[in-house]
């Protein structure tokens, strides 16, 4: 079982959409997890930074931790064509999920 | 900061043939981890080095593969014989400590024929 678990997509959205996209993860010690997002040809950035449990909102970008289920949500309100690209969940240990290709189309 | 810089970014190589990957970390940051990219497998961890000293290489393949952080800004990944499926794009990150941000290269993109 990979520690980081995360659906490959691809998913493709209308412009303004809500966009939900989820890993779920095996190590219960993990307590610092981050959303990194992939423009084609290019190193992943960091997008979103949460500790522990909880929500974090930043602009149009929400994370969520559940840590009683080992579940970690990314949400993107109002999508816009800019936000196409692979979101890459990861914990503390480097360790990444394989990446949901996501397409807003205009 | 210019920012992780890996060299080369592209390399075409023949099924046989050493390949060396090239990595300089941010300048202060003490954690350094190699990825490699896959359509089929995604991003996974190869190697995580901290201070220099590698922590965990329980992601790297297979005895073709090694690593080496002679020093705080320098790092390799080798590649000795290359086959053609390690094609992939390999990507080097750091961070200021483990639990972090990880800043990554633009990646090698390496094809072996």
């Known amino acids: 079982q990979k520690e980081v678990e995360q659906d490959p997509g691809p998913l493709s959205v209308p412009e303004g959409a809500i966009v939900s996209l989820n890993c779920t993860y095996s190590?219960?010690?993990?307590?610092?997890f981050m959303w990194y997002r992939q423009y084609s040809r290019k190193g992943p950035e960091l997008l979103m930074y949460?500790?522990?449990?909880g929500n974090k909102e930043d602009g149009r970008f929400t994370a969520q931790v559940d840590k009683s289920s080992k579940y970690i949500s990314l949400f993107i309100r109002d999508s816009q064509p800019s936000d196409s690209a692979t979101y890459l969940c990861?914990?503390?240990?480097?360790?990444f999920g394989a990446g949901t290709r996501l397409t807003v189309k205009p | 900061d210019a920012g992780v810089i890996q060299s080369p970014r592209h390399e075409v190589t023949e099924m046989g043939q050493e390949v060396t990957l090239r990595c300089k970390p941010i300048?202060?940051?003490?954690?350094l981890f190699w990825y490699r990219q896959t359509m089929m497998r995604g991003l996974e961890l190869l190697i995580y080095?901290?201070?220099?000293?590698?922590?965990?290489d329980s992601g790297m393949p297979e005895d073709r593969f090694s690593a080496k952080m002679p020093n705080a800004s320098f790092s390799t990944l080798k590649i000795q014989p290359s086959e053609p499926r390690d094609s992939a794009v390999y990507f080097c990150?750091?961070?200021?400590?483990?639990?972090?941000?990880?800043?990554f290269g633009q990646g090698t993109r390496l094809t072996v024929v």
């Open positions: 080095f901290n201070n220099n000293v590698p922590i965990d």
């Open positions: 990150a750091s961070s200021a400590t483990r639990g972090t941000e990880a800043f």
């Open positions: 990861a914990t503390q240990g480097g360790r």
């Open positions: 190590n219960s010690a993990f307590q610092y």
């Open positions: 300048s202060g940051h003490n954690s």
């Open positions: 949460t500790y522990s449990s």
